[in-house]
């Protein structure tokens, strides 16, 4: 007997994307705090920082993650660190944590501020800066022993800062607050734009001269020389952005949204992918194109290995289909590759209102000529639509292989040949 489910209209989600495997998947974070920040060392190594003094590690690329001990419960809005044992977090009532050992301890530094620090950014052992509240600017030169005060022409919050090396920096904020530093800091220019009063989230340089930041209604600005000027990018999706991360000509984005925004192209076109939690993203990280993290409220972990592009299976069209109907391969013979394509129907029984999703799983299976189970390429609960998902025989020798449709008391069979 069928299980009948809400409907959940994802609003900002494109239907060509929203319910396609998202490539990201769920890590086991051990907390329900909401988690603001992440920082990415290396393939294995990330810090995390979030609410009531949360201070996550993982040493095995998120398997496992640990509960650093903080000696704070204020919540703690932004983590960086500059190798694996040397790292900073910042937060509420002016708190700046160090440590030298890799989160085993840490020290409290003097900031001499109450108000929330929402960003903090080291370039090395020494110098760093941090942002928060009213436009506050603080400085180090010493690794944190000591913190001057930076005047700044704005109340507005700030929610972000970058240094791209010791001399030049860049901070956004609300407001439309954009600022640019060409002495380390102990001076800013600010950038004014007309228009609309966004407010800014995240600043992010994948090069010393691109870089983005986003913020709210969507917005994202670019720039290719250092932050002097920035270009507002076309972008359909009105949704918060509040973290973006990039690297060279690939930038990803996150907020309150079931999914993210990537773009592989600096930007001429960004892609929405769905990520496959509602919950809000606060940050976001990646070690190289292909592996990143996302962390949000509600203890939320997220990891990618595809770059945050959906896998194995995709929606085509927007179509509802009114049965299940699987069609023949193509190409067909194939070497290596070849695609599949299967409809899923909007469900109805007995005068119930139709449901997006049925009680079981939609699952794709490869059989060799002798019966046995080569592998599943689709697995899962899929909304209505029709989709295409790709077998790829590289690692299996030619001959004759079959592939089966199974659902929902619906089951068929066709017959595919790969040819080396």
Known sequence: MRKFFLIFIFIYCSLDFCFAQSGWFPQNSGTGYQLNSICVINTNESYVAGSVGTVLKTTDGGNNWQTLQSTTQQALCCVSFINSQTGWVCGYNGIILKTMNGGNNWILQQSGLVTTLRSIYFTGSSCGWTVGVGGTIIRTTDGGNNWAQIPFSTISTLTGIYFINDTIGITVGFDLTLARSYNGGQNWNRI????????????????????????????????????????????????????????????????????????????????????????????????????????????????????????????????????????????????????????????????????????????????????????????????????????????????????????????????????K
């Not at 989230?201 to 994948?206: A, Q, R, T």
């Not at 972990?301 to 179509?319: A, D, F, M």
């Not at 049965?323 to 899923?344: A, G, R």
Request: net charge neutral.
């Open 192 to 419: 004014f734009f007309g228009g609309f009063n966004y407010n800014f989230y995240s600043i992010n340089m994948g090069s010393a001269d691109t870089g983005w930041i986003v913020g709210s209604f969507g917005i994202i600005k670019r720039t290719i020389n250092k932050g002097v000027s920035w270009v507002t990018q076309s972008n359909t999706h009105t949704f918060t952005l509040n973290s973006v991360y990039s690297k060279n000509n690939l930038a990803w984005a996150v907020g309150d949204s079931d999914c993210i925004l990537k773009t592989s192209n600096s930007g001429l076109n960004w892609s929405i992918y769905p990520t496959g939690r509602v919950e809000e993203k606060l940050g976001i990280s990646f070690v190289d194109a292909s592996t990143g993290w996302i962390v949000g409220i509600n203890g939320m972990i997220l990891k990618t290995t595809t770059g945050g592009e959906p896998i194995g299976i995709k929606p085509i069209s927007s179509e509802i289909p009114k049965s299940y109907f699987l069609s023949q391969n193509y190409p067909n013979p194939f070497n290596p590759s070849t695609k599949i394509k299967f409809s899923v129907p909007l469900l109805n029984q007995g005068g119930v209102a139709p449901t997006e999703v049925g009680d079981g799983v939609v699952s794709v299976i490869i059989f060799d000529i002798l019966g046995r189970e080569v592998t599943t390429i689709v697995n899962e609960q899929l909304h209505p639509g029709i989709y295409e998902a790709e077998f790829d025989g590289t690692n299996y020798p030619s001959g004759v292989y079959f592939y089966k449709l199974v659902t929902d008391g619906f089951t068929e069979t066709k017959r595919m040949v790969l040819l």
